[in-house]
């Protein structure tokens, strides 16, 4: 299973940033899909997750300004975050719960700009 992330760029402080999660199997097949980030020198965490019943949980540093989510008849996985700050800044990962079993992405860099 592959997981193809998309979206990321450089974008301005302040500004919106859409990713995107395109798995190579269908996205009913994960009890949980979500994304990661990993800033230089910095260990990865969770920024968003959303399982198969679409239920949805947030870090607190995104809370309020993002929103995760799953559409099955385009097989893919989304984050919008807004109000992005310099500390957004990272390599953000697509991850999938296939049973027991992560799966990663190779990852898509949002740079934000001051």
């Known amino acids: 299973v592959q997981l193809q992330a998309s979206g990321g760029g450089l974008v301005q402080a302040g500004g919106s940033v859409r990713l995107t999660c395109a798995p190579s199997?269908?996205?009913?097949?994960?009890?949980?899909m979500g994304w990661y980030r990993q800033a230089p020198g910095k260990r990865r965490e969770l920024v968003a997750r959303?399982?198969?019943?679409?239920?949805?949980y947030y870090a607190d540093f995104v809370k309020g300004r993002s929103t995760i989510s799953r559409d099955v008849a385009k097989n893919t996985m989304d984050l919008q975050m807004n109000s992005l700050g310099s500390e957004d800044t990272a390599v953000y990962y697509c991850?999938?719960?296939?049973?027991?079993?992560?799966?990663w992405g190779q990852g898509t860099l949002v740079t934000v700009s001051s």
């Open positions: 991850n999938a719960a296939q049973g027991s079993i992560n799966i």
């Open positions: 959303i399982t198969a019943g679409n239920e949805a």
């Open positions: 199997r269908r996205i009913v097949a994960f009890k949980a």
